[in-house]
């Protein structure tokens, strides 16, 4: 997907406590297959839409940040609604809250976000056939060879912050 300032979709949670905006096209939509997903889930994938947070506006109540063991070790936060608990966004620790990873099937119309890539498709469940189209890899993949020019860019202008956050969370030199 070639990020479109001019898109919006907005979205919630089970009892629509918690309502939110995306006020662009996300960087790109995964599909991930990894065991942790599938875990969290309690299906055979997820559906993120990847977008700075600053892209992500909650005009009514905001939900609670969960903290959340992931593969890596690091950690993620999950936005869930404080009331139904149901998962809205992550953000996992290498970007922080800098970028926010929104489940596709939380907006009130998830068709509008098809995956752009699937990925650890290693762990993917056996019975589910992936369309001979799609982008697939087994693990991840290299971000300049999928990304659009225009997903880069935006990358290129929301690093600094990621760097920071980074740097915030390491401890400080004797």
Known sequence: MSPDPTFSAEGGCTCRAV???LTSSPLIVHACHCRWCQRETGSAFVINAMIESDRLSVPGQPPILVDTPSESGAGQRIARCPHCQVALWSHYAGGGPVLSFV???TLDQPD???????IFTASRQPWLRLPDEALCFTEFYERDQVWSPQALARRQAYLPQVQAYLASRQPAAN
């Open 19 to 21: 309502r939110y905006r």
């Open 103 to 105: 489940r596709v099937g």
């Open 112 to 118: 509008l976000l098809p995956p752009d890539v699937h």
